[in-house]
C-alpha cells in the first residue's frame, strides 16, 4: 500500500518520467479517475502540485504560499484520491493493479495531473504569461536556423 501512495503522489505532482508500457487496465483506471473528477476538483489538484512546486528552494523566495495552504491542500488531495479509489475506480484500481502493481498508479495518476494542469492552462491569462516569452527570442537567428 506505501508503494501504491508513493506512486499516487510522484505521478500527481508530475514528477513521474518516461514512458512505461500502458496497459488496458491502467488506461481504464486513468479513464475512471478523470472522469470521476469534476472541474473544481482538477483545479485543487493543480493547486497542490502548484503549492508542492513552491516548496522548492529556487521558488519559494517568489511564492506566498504558507505551510497552512499546504497542509489544507494536503487534506484536500488525500480526501479526493481516497475517494476516486475507493469509491468511484476500486474495481479498475484493484484491476490496474494486479496487471502492473503500482506502476499502473504512476501511469493513471500521470494522466490525472495532465488533465488537472490542463484546467489551469485553459485560463487565457495563463496562455498569456508563458507565452510572453515570445518577445524576446532572437528572431534573426531562429530564422537563420530554418532557411
Same mark, same amino acid.
Given at each position: 500500500?506505501?508503494?501504491?501512495?508513493?506512486?499516487?503522489?510522484? =505521478? %500527481?505532482?508530475?514528477?513521474?518520467? /518516461?514512458?512505461?508500457?500502458?496497459?488496458?487496465? *491502467?488506461?481504464?483506471?486513468?479513464?475512471?479517475?478523470?472522469?470521476?473528477?469534476?472541474?473544481?476538483?482538477?483545479?485543487?489538484?493543480? !493547486?497542490?502540485? +502548484? +503549492?508542492?512546486?513552491? =516548496?522548492? %528552494?529556487?521558488?519559494? @523566495?517568489? =511564492? !506566498?504560499?504558507?505551510?497552512? &495552504?499546504?497542509? &489544507?491542500?494536503?487534506?484536500?488531495?488525500?480526501?479526493?484520491?481516497?475517494?476516486?479509489?475507493?469509491? &468511484?475506480? @476500486?474495481?479498475?484500481?484493484?484491476?490496474?493493479? !494486479?496487471?502492473?502493481?503500482?506502476? *499502473?498508479? &504512476?501511469?493513471?495518476?500521470?494522466?490525472?495531473?495532465?488533465?488537472?494542469?490542463?484546467?489551469?492552462?485553459?485560463?487565457?491569462?495563463?496562455?498569456?504569461?508563458? /507565452?510572453?516569452?515570445?518577445?524576446?527570442?532572437?528572431?534573426?537567428? +531562429?530564422?537563420?536556423? +530554418?532557411?
Amino acid at each position: 500500500m506505501n508503494k501504491i501512495i508513493k506512486a499516487i503522489v510522484l =505521478s %500527481s505532482s508530475l514528477i513521474a518520467t /518516461g514512458a512505461a508500457y500502458a496497459s488496458q487496465e *491502467a488506461q481504464q483506471l486513468s479513464i475512471c479517475l478523470t472522469d470521476s473528477m469534476n472541474g473544481k476538483e482538477r483545479k485543487n489538484l493543480a !493547486k497542490w502540485i +502548484f +503549492f508542492g512546486m513552491s =516548496s522548492h %528552494s529556487s521558488i519559494k @523566495p517568489f =511564492s !506566498k504560499v504558507t505551510e497552512s &495552504d499546504i497542509g &489544507d491542500s494536503s487534506e484536500y488531495v488525500g480526501a479526493l484520491i481516497t475517494r476516486l479509489i475507493t469509491e &468511484d475506480c @476500486p474495481s479498475q484500481a484493484k484491476a490496474a493493479s !494486479k496487471v502492473l502493481g503500482s506502476a *499502473a498508479f &504512476d501511469q493513471a495518476f500521470k494522466v490525472v495531473g495532465e488533465v488537472a494542469m490542463q484546467e489551469l492552462m485553459a485560463e487565457p491569462s495563463v496562455g498569456q504569461s508563458l /507565452g510572453a516569452f515570445e518577445k524576446h527570442l532572437d528572431k534573426e537567428k +531562429f530564422n537563420a536556423v +530554418f532557411q
